[in-house]
């Protein structure tokens, strides 16, 4: 293709997708900053450096995913998928023990988790594999049975690491992609039914402390000082910011370390914005992700194809279940699991990976037809 | 909504994605308002509670000074070797930090040549709850210490040496039960209280004496800062500081001079060979109700309840059943007054008529009264002979009081003496005062359920009978017939002044009351005990000071008590006689005699107040007389 057309292409796209992005992408540096900040001239990790290098690199990302059309992309969806399979095993393998969970894959500090691709992939491939099935099909039991085997088997995987956040965030992402193409609802219904079943086995399935924070959600006050101190340091972080909160760089609860320093930059960065911004603040966060939600749905609409409306629905349900989940556990609304905020979050590998997804929204959007 | 039609018209599907997302943000969008909004105080407040913590630094005791402004308690500084276990905690590496402290200590110790008295469960305890203060090791540590410590700080890590406030007593006991002691405050708070805040040290409180009377004034205001703390407890900044207010200076009536003259001459009281002095001695301005002097002895010296003195020490002192040193003799303790209650029943005598100055009572050492088995003696059995109101006194003649006791009647003694103010408080603003008991037949119908009979009454004029009175009245009944009917409120606190020299309070004299008696009738017995002094056959005649005329009674009182039958000895005057400066009363509660050993305390008190000789002549007769 030439240049003009390119550009022409970049012409075409969402500007308001674009700027809430750039503005949570910013907000989240500042953020970061703040929530490693220990007072004047303490020495503090430079993360919020580490984060603005992966918006570079996912600015790049997000251009190229975003200006190659998208169905070319769809082609390629067995081998992506693949390559999701594949890095999951890796992990499982040779993935660097954190926490006593493998989720890493990489070489000294740089590294990638292979749960983030699985995401992508998988949203792709369900994608994918709903838009190749007709109508008549997919009225059949035989597309809510396959498409269960294409979501579980990464799951499964991620699952076992474990990553009990990225799995269980498959699983609205397949919902909702069933559920857009026009799966029956009372299909959608039974299997549901049978997960709540099936909840008993996986509980067995559990690592104690992922018990312990399913429990600590239901009762807050149970050991405020061991499981539930993350939940009610959170709470107290979020609460204490108040309408206006106390000013950038003034919230404690993360200078002084109340805040876990572990998770403040990444999983609790809300907390952090809370505090220092309080109810203010965390009404402009939510309504820049409904900026993106709507116009991801609004693209999900406009699409040229059902496999444009099929991703960018997957898209929008992978970031809105990101949102509510990551939000929902500051204050207490859902169970704490390890579940990033996109765009603000700290993290290499979820930041390129939400900067592909957006890009890829971008790409339906561009790719729209104009009438 | 115009979005969601949309979608309708694209996918109908995409309408109901579209409201679960709206729902969503909407629900996070509620709950944060809860949290934020409606529960922010709250969390606000937890946010304190865990992270905010208070340090209280005890302000300085406001100093208490004698009339003359001679400094009777002030501060000085005391060096405490304190450790920082923050530090220690630093550098120690992930090792126990009770092991590192006590390690630490250890060598310490050995260098200071001082054992440590700190157990592992005061070092965690400190670690857990107040991390960012000082732990004190050695409170007011020696100067060699000092020295030895500051040569090797540099070499000793997380160790440091502190000054703090102690209250310091410059004039050592004098004035000790007047002036009282400091003690720590009794942390009773709530547990939450205790960890909320960190304290330097205790906070002393006064204990007894002006201390306990005036500790709020003395006391301050307490400065501190707020912290923020880490989780682990370490503080990571200040928020605001608030300095300590120096407490206000009390200002006493009391005259260290006159205090010193009166502790000497009781110390050197003529008691009984092998015998320690206990007693009390009060001295008043009789026209002012001023206290100049007021001791007690044994008395003991407020400097030891330092935080220095090892716990054994002080209770030995607050313990010691014997001495009773801490025991303030002259407001607290109640005695029969013995003879020198004769001057209110000849006052009583006198006034309700059953005494004329002229009348006389032969005495024959003894008097049967009604028919009781035993006769009431005289302390001269040889017997007085022919006694008027005068030599009454004078020569303190019983069987003259037994008569004219009864003649006077119970209701008449006692109407005068409640007038004096016995058996009931004199409102001293030094506190914790008896106020004694003057009986009457109501009270021994209900508390002995006997009736009262004439011997009661001849009792009661002698002052035996079932009479406690204090020093502290007795020296007021003294003031009362010195200043011939008008009796002031005794007061010891001049003036309090706040730090800023503003003055916060004053003592005013009060006149407390004024005896019925007709001025000749109060002359008559002002002459009589003018007398007792004066005259070398007088019973109080070794109070006498050349150059001044004093006037005065003594008294014996016998007494059982566990040790045995003993003597509670007093002796109560005034001088000059004309215009009376000053006020006294003595007791001691075991001697020979008012006369023989009350007395001459007070001769030499007088002496030493208007700085004259005590009279010489008496001295070498002192042996001649007795009453």
């Given at each position: 293709?030439?240049?003009?057309?390119?550009?022409?292409?970049?012409?075409r796209m969402d500007w308001w997708l674009l700027g809430a992005m750039v503005a949570l992408a910013v907000g989240g540096v500042f953020f970061i900053y703040s929530a490693s900040y220990r007072g004047p001239g303490q020495p503090m990790p430079s993360y919020y450096k580490m984060q603005m290098v992966w918006f570079g690199i996912g600015l790049v990302i997000y251009l190229a995913v975003a200006l190659v059309d998208y169905r070319l992309i769809c082609?390629?969806?067995?081998?992506?998928?693949?390559?999701?399979?594949?890095?999951?095993?890796?992990?499982?393998?040779?993935?660097?023990?954190?926490?006593?969970?493998?989720?890493?894959?990489?070489?000294?500090?740089?590294?990638?988790?292979?749960?983030?691709?699985?995401?992508?992939?998988?949203?792709?491939?369900?994608?994918?594999?709903?838009?190749?099935?007709?109508?008549?099909?997919?009225?059949?039991?035989?597309?809510?049975?396959?498409?269960?085997?294409?979501?579980?088997?990464?799951?499964?995987?991620?699952?076992?690491?474990?990553?009990?956040?990225?799995?269980?965030?498959?699983?609205?992402?397949?919902?909702?992609?069933?559920?857009?193409?026009?799966?029956?609802?009372?299909?959608?219904?039974?299997?549901?039914?049978?997960?709540?079943?099936?909840?008993?086995?996986?509980?067995?399935?559990?690592?104690?402390?992922?018990?312990?924070?399913?429990?600590?959600?239901?009762?807050?006050?149970?050991?405020?000082?061991?499981?539930?101190?993350?939940?009610?340091?959170?709470?107290?972080?979020?609460?204490?910011?108040?309408?206006?909160?106390?000013?950038?760089?003034?919230?404690?609860?993360?200078?002084?370390?109340?805040?876990?320093?572990?998770?403040?930059?990444?999983?609790?960065?809300?907390?952090?914005?809370?505090?220092?911004?309080?109810?203010?603040?965390?009404?402009?966060?939510?309504g820049l992700y409904a900026v993106i939600l709507f116009c991801g749905l609004r693209i999900a609409a406009y699409a040229r194809d059902r496999l444009g409306m099929l991703l960018a629905t997957g898209i929008v349900a992978m970031l809105f279940f990101h949102v509510f989940i990551n939000i929902g556990m500051t204050i207490g609304l859902m169970p704490v699991k390890g579940l990033p905020l996109p765009l603000l979050s700290y993290g290499g590998s979820?930041?390129?990976?939400?900067?592909?997804?957006?890009?890829?929204?971008?790409?339906?959007?561009?790719?729209?037809?104009?009438? | 909504?115009?979005?969601?039609?949309?979608?309708?018209?694209?996918?109908?599907?995409?309408?109901?994605?579209?409201?679960?997302?709206?729902?969503?943000?909407?629900?996070?969008?509620?709950?944060?308002?809860?949290?934020?909004?409606?529960?922010?105080?709250?969390?606000?407040?937890?946010?304190?509670?865990?992270?905010?913590?208070?340090?209280?630094?005890?302000?300085?005791?406001?100093?208490?000074?004698?009339?003359?402004?001679?400094?009777?308690?002030?501060?000085?500084?005391?060096?405490?070797?304190?450790?920082?276990?923050?530090?220690?905690?630093?550098?120690?590496?992930?090792?126990?930090?009770?092991?590192?402290?006590?390690?630490?200590?250890?060598?310490?110790?050995?260098?200071?040549?001082?054992?440590?008295?700190?157990?592992?469960?005061?070092?965690?305890?400190?670690?857990?709850?107040?991390?960012?203060?000082?732990?004190?090791?050695?409170?007011?540590?020696?100067?060699?210490?000092?020295?030895?410590?500051?040569?090797?700080?540099?070499?000793?890590?997380?160790?440091?040496?502190?000054?703090?406030?102690?209250?310091?007593?410059?004039?050592?006991?004098?004035?000790?039960?007047?002036?009282?002691?400091?003690?720590?405050?009794?942390?009773?708070?709530?547990?939450?209280?205790?960890?909320?805040?960190?304290?330097?040290?205790?906070d002393s409180v006064g204990k007894q004496g002006i201390e306990h009377a005036c500790d709020e004034l003395l006391r301050g205001a307490p400065g501190g800062k707020t912290i923020r703390v880490s989780p682990g407890g370490t503080m990571v900044g200040e928020i605001g500081e608030k300095t300590a207010e120096r407490g206000g200076r009390v200002t006493l009536t009391l005259d260290a001079r006159i205090q010193r003259i009166v502790e000497e001459a009781?110390?050197?009281?003529?008691?009984?060979?092998?015998?320690?002095?206990?007693?009390?001695?009060?001295?008043?301005?009789?026209?002012?109700?001023?206290?100049?002097?007021?001791?007690?002895?044994?008395?003991?010296?407020?400097?030891?309840?330092?935080?220095?003195?090892?716990?054994?020490?002080?209770?030995?002192?607050?313990?010691?059943?014997?001495?009773?040193?801490?025991?303030?003799?002259?407001?607290?303790?109640?005695?029969?007054?013995?003879?020198?209650?004769?001057?209110?029943?000849?006052?009583?005598?006198?006034?309700?008529?059953?005494?004329?100055?002229?009348?006389?009572?032969?005495?024959?050492?003894?008097?049967?009264?009604?028919?009781?088995?035993?006769?009431?003696?005289?302390?001269?059995?040889?017997?007085?002979?022919?006694?008027?109101?005068?030599?009454?006194?004078?020569?303190?003649?019983?069987?003259?009081?037994?008569?004219?006791?009864?003649?006077?009647?119970?209701?008449?003694?006692?109407?005068?003496?409640?007038?004096?103010?016995?058996?009931?408080?004199?409102?001293?603003?030094?506190?914790?005062?008896?106020?004694?008991?003057?009986?009457?037949?109501?009270?021994?119908?209900?508390?002995?359920?006997?009736?009262?009979?004439?011997?009661?009454?001849?009792?009661?004029?002698?002052?035996?009978?079932?009479?406690?009175?204090?020093?502290?009245?007795?020296?007021?009944?003294?003031?009362?017939?010195?200043?011939?009917?008008?009796?002031?409120?005794?007061?010891?606190?001049?003036?309090?002044?706040?730090?800023?020299?503003?003055?916060?309070?004053?003592?005013?004299?009060?006149?407390?009351?004024?005896?019925?008696?007709?001025?000749?009738?109060?002359?008559?017995?002002?002459?009589?005990?003018?007398?007792?002094?004066?005259?070398?056959?007088?019973?109080?005649?070794?109070?006498?000071?050349?150059?001044?005329?004093?006037?005065?009674?003594?008294?014996?009182?016998?007494?059982?008590?566990?040790?045995?039958?003993?003597?509670?000895?007093?002796?109560?005057?005034?001088?000059?006689?004309?215009?009376?400066?000053?006020?006294?009363?003595?007791?001691?509660?075991?001697?020979?005699?008012?006369?023989?050993?009350?007395?001459?305390?007070?001769?030499?008190?007088?002496?030493?107040?208007?700085?004259?000789?005590?009279?010489?002549?008496?001295?070498?007769?002192?042996?001649?007389?007795?009453?």
């Amino acid at each position: 293709m030439q240049i003009e057309k390119r550009i022409e292409l970049v012409k075409r796209m969402d500007w308001w997708l674009l700027g809430a992005m750039v503005a949570l992408a910013v907000g989240g540096v500042f953020f970061i900053y703040s929530a490693s900040y220990r007072g004047p001239g303490q020495p503090m990790p430079s993360y919020y450096k580490m984060q603005m290098v992966w918006f570079g690199i996912g600015l790049v990302i997000y251009l190229a995913v975003a200006l190659v059309d998208y169905r070319l992309i769809c082609q390629w969806a067995t081998v992506w998928y693949a390559l999701a399979i594949g890095l999951l095993l890796l992990v499982l393998v040779a993935g660097a023990k954190v926490y006593g969970a493998r989720r890493w894959l990489g070489w000294g500090s740089l590294g990638i988790q292979p749960a983030e691709v699985a995401k992508l992939a998988v949203i792709i491939a369900v994608s994918y594999f709903l838009f190749h099935r007709t109508p008549e099909m997919r009225h059949r039991w035989q597309t809510v049975l396959w498409t269960l085997l294409i979501v579980g088997v990464p799951q499964l995987l991620i699952f076992a690491q474990p990553d009990l956040g990225s799995a269980v965030i498959l699983v609205p992402i397949s919902f909702g992609l069933m559920f857009v193409s026009g799966v029956r609802v009372k299909h959608l219904a039974l299997v549901a039914l049978a997960g709540v079943c099936l909840a008993p086995v996986v509980w067995t399935q559990l690592k104690s402390y992922q018990k312990d924070r399913l429990t600590v959600f239901l009762d807050p006050t149970k050991d405020p000082l061991g499981v539930g101190w993350n939940l009610n340091q959170s709470l107290i972080a979020v609460g204490s910011g108040g309408f206006a909160g106390k000013g950038y760089l003034q919230g404690t609860q993360s200078t002084l370390g109340y805040l876990p320093r572990t998770v403040a930059p990444n999983d609790f960065l809300f907390s952090v914005i809370a505090e220092e911004k309080g109810f203010v603040g965390s009404m402009c966060v939510i309504g820049l992700y409904a900026v993106i939600l709507f116009c991801g749905l609004r693209i999900a609409a406009y699409a040229r194809d059902r496999l444009g409306m099929l991703l960018a629905t997957g898209i929008v349900a992978m970031l809105f279940f990101h949102v509510f989940i990551n939000i929902g556990m500051t204050i207490g609304l859902m169970p704490v699991k390890g579940l990033p905020l996109p765009l603000l979050s700290y993290g290499g590998s979820f930041v390129l990976a939400t900067m592909a997804a957006l890009g890829l929204l971008q790409n339906i959007w561009i790719h729209r037809r104009v009438y | 909504m115009i979005i969601l039609r949309s979608f309708r018209d694209r996918n109908p599907r995409l309408e109901a994605m579209g409201i679960i997302v709206g729902v969503g943000l909407f629900v996070l969008l509620v709950a944060l308002w809860r949290v934020q909004v409606s529960h922010g105080e709250h969390y606000d407040n937890r946010q304190d509670a865990q992270s905010l913590r208070r340090i209280r630094i005890p302000a300085a005791r406001g100093e208490i000074v004698d009339r003359n402004g001679v400094v009777l308690a002030n501060n000085r500084p005391s060096y405490d070797i304190v450790i920082y276990l923050e530090q220690l905690n630093r550098m120690s590496k992930r090792q126990d930090v009770v092991q590192v402290a006590q390690a630490s200590l250890g060598a310490l110790s050995q260098t200071l040549q001082m054992p440590v008295g700190l157990s592992d469960r005061d070092v965690r305890i400190h670690y857990q709850l107040r991390r960012p203060i000082p732990l004190p090791v050695w409170r007011d540590v020696k100067a060699e210490q000092v020295a030895a410590f500051a040569e090797r700080a540099s070499t000793l890590p997380g160790a440091d040496l502190i000054v703090m406030p102690v209250r310091q007593y410059p004039q050592g006991s004098l004035a000790a039960h007047v002036l009282g002691y400091v003690g720590k405050a009794q942390q009773d708070g709530e547990e939450e209280e205790i960890e909320r805040y960190y304290y330097y040290q205790p906070d002393s409180v006064g204990k007894q004496g002006i201390e306990h009377a005036c500790d709020e004034l003395l006391r301050g205001a307490p400065g501190g800062k707020t912290i923020r703390v880490s989780p682990g407890g370490t503080m990571v900044g200040e928020i605001g500081e608030k300095t300590a207010e120096r407490g206000g200076r009390v200002t006493l009536t009391l005259d260290a001079r006159i205090q010193r003259i009166v502790e000497e001459a009781l110390a050197r009281a003529p008691v009984p060979a092998g015998k320690d002095v206990k007693g009390a001695a009060v001295v008043l301005d009789p026209r002012t109700g001023e206290v100049l002097a007021l001791a007690s002895a044994p008395s003991f010296d407020p400097n030891v309840f330092n935080p220095g003195t090892p716990d054994a020490v002080i209770t030995a002192l607050m313990t010691d059943k014997v001495r009773r040193p801490m025991y303030n003799r002259a407001i607290g303790g109640a005695y029969a007054p013995g003879s020198t209650f004769k001057t209110i029943t000849l006052l009583a005598g006198l006034e309700s008529g059953a005494i004329s100055p002229n009348d006389t009572v032969t005495c024959t050492g003894s008097l049967q009264i009604g028919n009781w088995h035993r006769s009431f003696g005289c302390w001269n059995h040889a017997g007085h002979g022919s006694v008027d109101a005068f030599t009454a006194i004078k020569e303190s003649c019983d069987v003259f009081f037994y008569r004219e006791g009864m003649k006077t009647g119970v209701e008449a003694i006692t109407k005068v003496a409640a007038e004096f103010g016995l058996g009931q408080p004199t409102g001293f603003d030094l506190g914790s005062e008896r106020k004694g008991l003057v009986p009457s037949p109501a009270w021994k119908l209900t508390q002995r359920g006997e009736r009262w009979w004439d011997g009661d009454t001849a009792q009661l004029a002698i002052g035996q009978s079932f009479l406690l009175v204090t020093p502290l009245q007795m020296a007021n009944v003294a003031a009362t017939f010195a200043n011939r009917g008008i009796s002031w409120k005794p007061f010891i606190v001049e003036r309090v002044e706040s730090a800023d020299g503003a003055v916060i309070r004053r003592g005013m004299p009060q006149v407390r009351g004024r005896l019925s008696a007709a001025p000749q009738q109060i002359e008559t017995v002002r002459h009589a005990m003018l007398g007792a002094v004066r005259d070398m056959d007088g019973t109080a005649h070794h109070a006498a000071v050349s150059g001044l005329s004093v006037a005065g009674k003594s008294g014996t009182a016998e007494y059982d008590t566990a040790q045995g039958r003993q003597k509670r000895v007093w002796f109560i005057g005034f001088a000059p006689y004309d215009e009376p400066q000053v006020a006294v009363a003595v007791v001691l509660e075991d001697g020979d005699s008012g006369g023989h050993t009350a007395a001459p305390v007070a001769g030499a008190i007088l002496a030493g107040i208007f700085q004259k000789s005590e009279d010489r002549e008496a001295l070498a007769n002192r042996d001649a007389y007795a009453d």
